[in-house]
């Protein structure tokens, strides 16, 4: 039996000359399709949606073939959806007489308003949804809480939302989205497939619109839930029985990631600032403990105890490690230590990572930047972001290759506020360390890198280089310091300038550090994009430190000319 859709059937006889025709309404419902000793042609859609290659369709199985119209689509949709498809709009149909609350011009208004927001919608372009919305959103101030408009505005915000997290991330470096992201898109679907829940209990639709809002928002349980509610009503429903498969495929797969994972342990034998096993732990002497390189990266801002501020005074080649500690650990977490000690000698010996990667401008090490987050992608990004490790990688869009750069750098978001809009202000990023791109692809909108870490080649420990460098270096910090005393002083009237300076003193790594140094002394003078990837690029860090000196001494030169 094969049923087909169209209201002109009387039309098209001969192009299923072997078909009987069933075209006089009421229409049957699906309960009410019987087998034929031939097979049945049932009309019930406008002919514009008629078979365009009939012998494809003689060729398959004619068990029981079935595509309603779309004003139907609501109540079922084509077998085999997937949970990122949405059904078409509805049709908003034109009653014999026109609501008492309304009036007949009104009426007219708001069913012309759905009708072109139902064009635009079907046109399958962002700014054509985006106009679909104005177009359902004046039809519902209109009308309100008609299920019609609420439902087809609620398909939109999905359509929006799965437009964003697909589009491509070269695409927008070239043309930047502004809007809403495509996690709150599914916030609005979701209010408003609520909505039409209340208003069609009984209505397949309302449970498929709340079941894909919820997807999106990875609410997975709730969204079974509505599904499971749906199939209650219909279990014959094809569409909501290909979600509830593909939610159960999602599900298994982060089950089967959770599976990887140890189970929870109490907190007592972690470190407060990294969040994890201790690892080569050290006890201060205010009896505060803490990872060893957690505590040394801690104490490169201020000799004081991360928890109790005591001023400290030890350093890393004279503490050691508490070896009680480190043997309680070590005997009962034997796999997660040794996980921890994995992980630091990753770190150690810069190996292969991923990281999302933000598309601006060039960031070097012991640069601060304030951002203001406004596109789409970038916000789902630090969302993401801000729910992990809090830093990304900062690369620029390189013009000459037509993508981005092989070098960059990765920050760390120290302040991150977020707006009632849902845009974000980062007050703080501050640049970490250097990394190469092996290779990028785009995620959800935005890029996603595999990264090498690098650092300067450093000459070896007790020969003249060495030597030659650490004098370098001391003699430049001694330099350095005394311009940002001389900076500020010519600078107390300005205020914005008097910060700046300050901040960057008050960031002034370790002259035991040359090459993080290096990277500082780069940052008091300004320098264009290209010269800061020339820097990023270098391993040499003398080389590095000389360029630097080279600047800030040609920024004196001009101070004294003014």
């Known amino acids: 039996m094969l049923v087909r859709a169209c209201n002109e059937g009387c039309k098209n006889e001969h192009e299923f000359p072997n078909y009987t025709y069933v075209c006089s309404p009421p229409f049957p419902t699906r309960a009410s399709i019987l087998p034929a000793p031939e097979p049945t042609l049932l009309i019930l859609a406008p002919s514009a949606l008629l078979i ?78 985006e106009e679909a919305i104005s177009c359902y959103s004046r039809a519902n101030n209109i009308k309100p809480s008609d299920p019609v408009i609420l439902g087809n505005r609620c398909s939109t915000y999905i359509r929006i939302s799965l437009y964003l997290r697909r589009r491509a991330a070269s695409a927008s470096e070239y043309r930047a989205l502004n809007g809403l992201d495509p996690t709150m898109h599914a916030e609005l679907a979701l209010k408003d497939a609520e909505k039409v829940l209340s208003l069609r209990t009984n209505a397949i639709r309302s449970y498929i619109l709340k079941a894909h809002a919820l997807f999106l928002l990875e609410k997975y349980e709730a969204a ?43 907190d007592d034998f972690d470190c407060t600032l990294c969040l994890k096993l201790f690892y080569e732990p050290i006890t201060t002497p205010c009896g505060h403990s803490f990872c060893r390189s957690c505590l040394f990266q801690s104490m490169d801002r201020g000799n004081k105890c991360p928890l109790c501020r005591t001023v400290l005074f030890i350093s890393p080649r004279t503490s050691s490690v508490n070896v009680t500690l480190k043997n309680i ?116 909108g935005y890029r996603v890198a595999e990264v090498e870490w690098i650092q300067d080649i450093h000459p070896q420990d007790g020969t003249t280089e060495q030597a030659d460098l650490q004098e370098l270096t001391n003699n430049v910090a001694e330099h350095a310091t005394a311009w940002l005393s001389k900076a500020k002083e010519a600078n107390r009237r300005d205020r914005a300038r008097y910060e700046k300076l300050l901040s960057l003193e008050s960031m002034m790594p370790s002259a035991q550090d040359p090459e993080r140094f290096s990277f500082w002394l780069n940052t008091l003078t300004s320098r264009r994009s290209a010269e800061k990837m020339e820097l990023l690029r270098l391993r040499d860090t003398r080389e590095r430190i000389s360029r630097g000196l080279i600047y800030l001494r040609a920024e004196e030169q001009s101070c004294r000319v003014q």
């Not at 009503?233 to 959770?258: C, G, H, V, W, Y």
């Not at 996980?339 to 401008?361: C, I």
């Open 52 to 129: 365009r290659n009939p012998r494809r369709w003689r060729e398959e199985p004619e068990s029981d073939r079935i595509l309603l119209c779309p004003s139907m689509s609501g109540r079922e949709s084509p077998p085999g959806l997937s949970p990122e498809l949405v059904e078409d709009v509805e049709d908003y149909i034109w009653p014999n007489d026109v609501e008492e609350s309304l009036r007949w011009d009104r009426f007219r208004h708001v069913f012309d308003l759905v009708q072109n927001g139902n064009k635009a919608f079907r046109e399958n372009r962002l700014e054509c949804f």
């Open 224 to 266: 079974r839930d509505a599904i499971l509610s749906g199939l209650q009503i219909d279990p014959f429903s094809k569409t909501l029985q290909a979600l509830l498969q593909n939610l159960e495929r999602t599900q298994a797969t982060l089950m089967a990631r959770k599976g990887h994972e140890k189970p929870e342990r109490t």
């Open 329 to 444: 650990i070590q005997r009962n977490f034997p796999e997660e230590y040794a996980e921890r000690k994995t992980e630091h000698q990753s770190l150690t010996n810069f190996g292969n990572d991923l990281v999302p990667l933000f598309v601006m401008d060039i960031v070097i090490p012991c640069q601060k930047y304030n951002l203001h987050i406004f596109e789409p992608r970038y916000r789902l990004m630090v969302r993401r972001i801000m729910e992990g490790n809090h830093r990304m990688g900062m690369v620029m869009h390189d013009p000459s290759t037509g993508s981005v750069a092989d070098f960059a750098c990765e920050v760390e978001i120290t302040e991150c506020e977020p707006l009632p809009d849902g845009r974000f202000f980062i007050e703080v990023v501050e640049g970490r360390r250097r990394f190469h791109i092996l290779h990028s692809w785009d995620q959800d």
